[in-house]
């Protein structure tokens, strides 16, 4: 095979080696009188074979040769079996047994919308990136990695694994940034994901260009944020009230009638005990971040009475459960309006808060007041009124519960 030096050159122009099936002569031709002028000398089947020659020796011997292995790549190809082409294929993919895996020797190109993904074409071929070029012909893509290759640089990315998608592979060659993904004729939804995976890849580059102590500040960073969400103190409240366990708390409240009976109160908080006993302690626990006093009512109002004793115990049963049982509890009510007495019991406690309330018979209608006061700094953090011949007993333990774990949540 003759060579023909690229102009301004003492060295003979690289050889490409065309393998294509006989349907895909036309687009071969027009690659075959394209790739001259780009600086590559082109063999194919038809270029220099006279009648006589050992063909198929030839050819072995142009492929264990040439410097560079094109196999045409198209529905043509995918939808035969069997053909020439396969052994010329089969022979280039034998030759790259013998080269470094970095070494560029196969150029694949596809002339069609023919995708690598389940492609007839050998593992090897799959390891390298494709070029497209539509009917064969010339495309700035296909011209760019012949001056590359007539000038000694790089082609193709490295070799990956067989099966590995193509789009990391520029990724792996030094954090190299990979070529934005080209659109092809009829595709939409496969083009856009492509798009973002190569956003992710290039932001992952980018990270992966930053310098390695910068990138472990980082990483511990992460950690520490993960390592203090997994031990917030949202953790203190991961039980959580089911339907069951509100159905035995109205229940212990129907039983319970204790606004100013010692004995009742500590009955309660026993039963609360026996009742969750899997997650809450003795209810009435030293040292406890929660103390809660027994709602006080008129003694001239049973109404009151009735309303104050089921809303406590609901209460006391529903943070009794989110808290573990560390709730401490008072055996006698106190007035809803003695903040003073309810700090000092609570310094007394060392909690962090009280819970206290108690019925106002001095407004009309007469209402229940609830009260959260915070024991370091004594101030009431948080404070609701309800009318007690609407109040919900059991809506209004679900909102002290949920408030309560919001205030020691952000402590």
């Known amino acids: 095979m003759s060579t023909v030096a690229p102009a301004g050159t003492d060295h003979p122009a690289p050889t490409v080696f065309l393998s294509y099936a006989s349907q895909d002569r036309q687009a071969a031709l027009s690659l075959c009188d394209a790739l001259p002028g780009y600086g590559l000398e082109v063999w194919y089947d038809e270029s220099d074979l006279t009648g006589g020659d050992a063909w198929d020796q030839k050819i072995r011997r142009q492929i264990r040769e040439c410097d560079f292995f094109m196999p045409v790549i198209s529905a043509q190809t995918e939808a035969r079996p069997e053909g020439y082409f396969r052994r010329e294929w089969r022979l280039a993919v034998e030759r790259t047994l013998d080269m470094a895996d970095d070494h560029t020797f196969l150029l694949p190109v596809v002339i069609d919308d023919t995708r690598e993904t389940g492609a007839r074409v050998p593992d090897r071929f799959l390891t390298v990136q494709w070029t497209r070029v539509p009917g064969g012909k010339p495309t700035a893509a296909l011209e760019a990695l012949c001056r590359r290759l007539v000038a000694g640089e790089p082609g193709p990315p490295p070799p990956r694994k067989p099966g590995e998608r193509a789009v990391r592979a520029p990724a792996l060659a030094g954090h190299a940034y ?21 956003v992710l890849q290039c932001a992952w580059i980018s990270f992966m260009r930053v310098p390695r102590w910068i990138r472990w500040l980082i990483y511990v960073w992460l950690f520490v944020i993960l390592l203090a969400k997994g031990c917030s103190p949202s953790d203190r409240h991961s039980d959580r009230v089911s339907s069951a366990d509100e159905q035995r708390i109205k229940r212990i409240a129907a039983d319970y009638q204790g606004s100013a009976k010692e004995g009742d109160v500590a009955r309660l908080g026993a039963q609360i005990a026996r009742e969750f006993a899997d997650r809450s302690g003795s209810g009435a626990e030293a040292g406890a971040g929660l103390l809660a006093i027994p709602f006080s009512a008129p003694a001239d109002n049973p109404a009151a009475q009735k309303v104050a004793d089921s809303t406590f115990a609901q209460i006391y049963g529903r943070v009794s459960i989110s808290h573990h049982g560390r709730v401490g509890l008072l055996d006698k009510a106190m007035p809803g309006s003695d903040t003073a007495a309810a700090l000092e019991l609570g310094k007394a406690r060392h909690s962090h808060y009280v819970l206290y309330g108690g019925v106002d018979g001095q407004v009309t209608p007469p209402s229940l007041v609830v009260k959260i006061v915070a024991v370091a700094d004594g101030s009431v953090a948080w404070t609701e009124s309800y009318p007690v011949t609407a109040a919900d007993p059991a809506a209004i333990a679900a909102t002290v519960d949920a408030k309560l774990q919001g205030l020691e949540d952000s402590d």
């Not at 993904?181 to 994901?193: H, I, N, Q, T």
């Open 178 to 198: 990979p070529p934005f993904p080209e659109r092809e004729a009829g595709e939409r939804g496969s083009f856009w994901l492509r798009g973002v995976a190569w």
